[in-house]
């Protein structure tokens, strides 16, 4: 996930809008899924970016490097998400106030 971020854990907005759009899917999937750290896969309300895609994503945390596997309910789309430990979107070590 680093590489989509800038030196201040932000998603840059000159950076190209399909990596843009990548990026904000990304740290919208380990938000949601950070919440609650499921072992298994889990059903989220995040929409497939796929184009034409009606299916919703499944997420799920690793047992082994504890990255975030996310697939989609409907099409092969599917993903790793690593290195996102520690950004602002990581609800698991960055417990936010509520």
Not at 42 to 58: A, N, Q, S, V, Y
Not at 64 to 82: A, M
Not at 92 to 97: A, D, G, V
Request: hydrophobic fraction near 30%; include cysteine.
């Amino acid at each position: 996930m680093p590489h989509f971020l800038d030196e201040t854990g932000n998603i840059p907005k000159q950076m190209p809008r399909e990596a843009r759009e990548l990026g904000s899917f990304m740290a919208l999937v380990v938000d949601t899924t950070t919440i609650s750290c499921p072992k298994t896969l889990t059903l989220t309300d995040i929409r497939c970016f796929k184009k034409k895609c009606e299916g919703l994503i499944k997420s799920e945390i690793t047992d082994k490097n504890d990255d975030v596997h996310w697939v989609c309910s409907k099409c092969p789309n599917e993903g790793l998400i690593s290195k996102w430990q520690n950004t602002k979107w990581d609800n698991k070590n960055n417990k936010k106030p509520l």
